[in-house]
């Protein structure tokens, strides 16, 4: 018995020896090489997410389109990031002794910083470089008023004023049109698309949006409608024609503030005729009825009735009753000369 077990035994060995191993298939080699993938992948994501997410979400990023964009790209990776130690003792000799050399690389080390603030901005009508650019001038200025003693890095100081910049150069540049001249208006041009978007998402009508976003901005009304069409307009040329077939311009169509023609030559006869009916009128007075009439009642800046009463020797009172019987006087002159003349 115990031959056949051992017989046995030495065949199912030699039956597994003489089995040829499988070739691992595609899926183990997947799962082999994959480590080795994950492993590069996170180390270029490291890499990587120093720059801006946002060109994700297009189809074409903005580094990848401009040849200029990606030249800039190239040369601010060429700066190295610096640790928190270096950047305290940097600023430090800087505020000191105003080492321009610190200075400077203080400022290179985040330039980068800036293009990741820049294409927060990439939807407002300017070139991501004119973002960096007025960005690098927010971070110079950063950096020259950076206190290294508060216990905080330079970018969360520097980011205030990047951003700042930015905007600036945004209302500057969005309309030809003065935009954001209170910090009201400057308030609402850059959150009143987000509170937009999130009343539609919580599914409130149109009609009600407009209290609501006055209300979270903490404005008025009639400030979201202007800055609403201010920003869902664009700039158009009034000498332009309407369309290619037309000569027409769109100044033609523009309507005109002003009182019509016909009112506005109305009240130019009238007050020419009310202007002759007085010189009239002056005609018949004489004395200190006349100086009553000439200096109170139809001159450009009259005098006060204490000043009239000082220079004829009269009281305030008696003043006023001269200047009260003038009038009367002129009534009465107006219907018997002119009884169709509605004076008073």
């Known amino acids: 018995m115990t031959a056949k077990r051992k017989k046995a035994g030495s065949g199912s060995r030699g039956s597994k020896k003489a089995v040829p191993p ?3 298939s595609q899926k183990a080699k997947k799962s082999r090489k994959g480590p080795k993938k994950a492993s590069e ?35 601010v990776h060429k700066y190295p990031l610096l640790s928190r130690e270096e950047e305290a003792h940097l600023a430090e000799v800087y505020k000191k002794d105003g080492d321009r050399e610190a200075f400077q690389k203080l400022v290179t080390s985040n330039l980068r910083f800036v293009v990741k603030i820049a294409y927060q901005y990439i939807n407002y009508r300017l ?39 930015m905007q600036d150069a945004i209302l500057r540049n969005y309309s030809l049109v003065k935009m954001g001249t209170t910090q009201a208006q400057k308030k609402l041009f850059y959150r009143l698309r ?66 019509a023609v ?41 005098k006060t009735l204490q000043e009239l009463g000082d220079e004829f020797g009269v009281s305030k009172e008696r003043a006023r009753q001269i200047e009260e019987k003038i009038k009367e006087r002129l009534k009465a002159f107006v219907v018997e000369r002119y009884p169709d003349y509605n004076l008073i």
């Not at 001038?137 to 330079?154: I, N």
């Open 41 to 75: 992948s996170s180390s270029s994501l490291g890499r990587v997410t120093r720059l801006p997410s946002v060109a994700k979400n297009t189809a074409v990023a903005p580094s990848q389109a401009d040849p200029l964009l990606q030249a800039y790209m190239r040369e």
């Open 262 to 302: 016909d009112d506005t030559l109305a009240d130019s006869e009238q007050r020419a005729h009310f202007t002759r009916i007085l010189r009239e009128f002056s005609a018949t007075l004489e004395g200190r009825d006349k100086s009553f009439f000439d200096q109170r009642l139809i001159a450009e800046k009259p």
């Open 194 to 259: 987000k509170e937009q978007a999130r009343l539609e998402r919580e599914g409130i009508a149109p009609p009600q949006r407009l209290k609501l976003l006055a209300s979270r901005l903490d404005v008025r009304e009639k400030d979201v409608v202007e800055m609403q069409q201010r920003m869902g307009g664009r700039d158009v040329s009034l000498d332009a024609p309407t369309s290619s077939d037309d000569d027409k311009r769109r100044i033609q169509f523009l309507a005109d503030d002003a009182e």
């Open 127 to 165: 070139k991501l470089l004119d973002l960096i650019q007025e960005g690098n001038m927010g971070l110079v200025k950063a950096v020259e008023e950076f206190d290294p003693y508060r216990g905080v890095r330079l970018t969360t100081y520097a980011v205030w004023w990047i951003r700042s910049y």
């Open 22 to 24: 499988r070739k691992p």
